[in-house]
Structure formats: structure tokens, C-alpha cells
């Protein structure tokens, strides 16, 4: 199942670390993998800390500020999630500079972010 839903997504070239999840199985391009349930939690490059680490901040986000994702704009929660991730280490002015570079010829109208989203709790967007 995850096989089919790196493709397209992942490139060819990505390196692909993997645990022994059974979702796992088949995916060959795999460069190293652990087996959490014999404990081997580190093998050289191969780990899941990174992603645990993402999902964790992904949560919180949902807990502490989101409180529920809906269909229509969870891909920006991952997006932004992603990039906060990944400027994590970088110090607050280059996190609001890449922000601000980030806003740039970019428009968010009120009526766009009330629209209603279409379903049936009446939810907006």
C-alpha cells in the first residue's frame, strides 16, 4: 500500500529508510531499515526520529492551535507543518524572512477563507 503511494510522490532518487511496519513490505529502493520490535531503533543512516519527530509537531499543531483538519485544507496544515520542521534549527529572523519571502505575490481574500467548504456540519473552509 505505501509502495503505491510513493510513486509519483517520491523521487527516484530520495533515499528510503524504513522500520518493519508490514505496509513496508515490497518497497525495494529501501537504502536501510530498523526493526523497532526487536528494538533496533538506529542502524547507520537508517532511523525514524525524523519523521517522529514531524508528526509529533504535526500533532500538536492539531491539538494545541488547528483543533480538527478538515478535508479541504489538510494539505496546507502538512505544508506548513513541513516548513516549520524543516527551518526548526534556523534562528527566528531567517524563519520570518523566509516567511515573508514565502508570502510574497501571494493573496489570501476574506471571502476565500469563509467560503463554505461544502459539507454537511455547515464547516467553513
Same mark, same amino acid.
Given at each position: 500500500?505505501?509502495?503505491?503511494?510513493?510513486? $509519483?510522490?517520491? #523521487?527516484? !532518487? !530520495?533515499?528510503?529508510?524504513?522500520?518493519?511496519?508490514?505496509?513496508?513490505?515490497?518497497? #525495494?529502493?529501501?537504502?536501510?531499515?530498523? /526493526?523497532? *520490535?526487536? $528494538?533496533?531503533?538506529?542502524?547507520?543512516?537508517?532511523?525514524?526520529? $525524523?519523521?517522529?519527530?514531524?508528526? *509529533?509537531? &504535526?500533532?500538536? !499543531?492539531?491539538?494545541?492551535? &488547528?483543533?480538527?483538519?478538515? @478535508?479541504?485544507?489538510?494539505? +496546507?496544515?502538512?505544508?506548513?507543518?513541513?516548513? +516549520?520542521?524543516?527551518? +526548526?534549527?534556523? %534562528?527566528?529572523? #531567517?524563519?520570518?524572512? @523566509?516567511?515573508?519571502?514565502?508570502?510574497?505575490?501571494? +493573496? &489570501?481574500?476574506? /471571502? %476565500?477563507?469563509?467560503?463554505?467548504? $461544502? &459539507?454537511?456540519?455547515?464547516?467553513?473552509?
Amino acid at each position: 500500500m505505501l509502495q503505491c503511494f510513493m510513486e $509519483g510522490r517520491a #523521487d527516484e !532518487a !530520495a533515499q528510503v529508510y524504513k522500520d518493519d511496519r508490514r505496509g513496508y513490505i515490497g518497497i #525495494d529502493r529501501a537504502h536501510g531499515s530498523v /526493526c523497532h *520490535s526487536t $528494538g533496533d531503533h538506529v542502524r547507520d543512516m537508517a532511523h525514524t526520529n $525524523g519523521m517522529e519527530s514531524f508528526c *509529533s509537531m &504535526l500533532e500538536r !499543531a492539531h491539538n494545541g492551535v &488547528l483543533h480538527k483538519f478538515s @478535508g479541504k485544507p489538510a494539505d +496546507r496544515y502538512v505544508t506548513e507543518s513541513a516548513g +516549520r520542521h524543516n527551518a +526548526r534549527e534556523a %534562528d527566528t529572523t #531567517d524563519q520570518m524572512e @523566509g516567511k515573508v519571502a514565502g508570502m510574497a505575490g501571494k +493573496r &489570501l481574500r476574506y /471571502c %476565500d477563507l469563509i467560503a463554505v467548504s $461544502g &459539507l454537511p456540519s455547515g464547516a467553513r473552509a
